[in-house]
């Protein structure tokens, strides 16, 4: 049975993502077993890559930080 890394619910979208940081540039990996992947180019370090996490899947998902792009998850 396939996973998906997006889940549809009543409230809005579940998006499933893992963040690798300290890579050389933020960029999106692609899906890979039910979770999208992102290379983040913070250190997980003072919650500043939390703070560029929360930028960079806003702009993914085309909505502004204070406009539905609401960010739940374990802290990097």
Avoid: F, W
């Avoid at 396939?2 to 999106?28: F, M």
């Avoid at 692609?30 to 180019?41: F, H, N, Q, S």
Wanted: aromatic share 2%.
């Amino acid at each position: 049975m396939r996973t998906y890394a997006v889940k549809e619910i009543a409230e809005g979208v579940i998006i499933t993502i893992q963040v690798l940081p300290r890579a050389s540039k933020t960029q999106i990996i692609g899906e890979m077993d039910g979770t999208v992947k992102v290379r983040m180019a913070s250190p997980p370090v003072d919650g500043v890559a939390n703070a560029e996490h929360s930028k960079a899947v806003c702009e993914i998902i085309r909505r502004p930080p204070l406009v539905g792009c609401d960010l739940v998850g374990s802290a990097l």
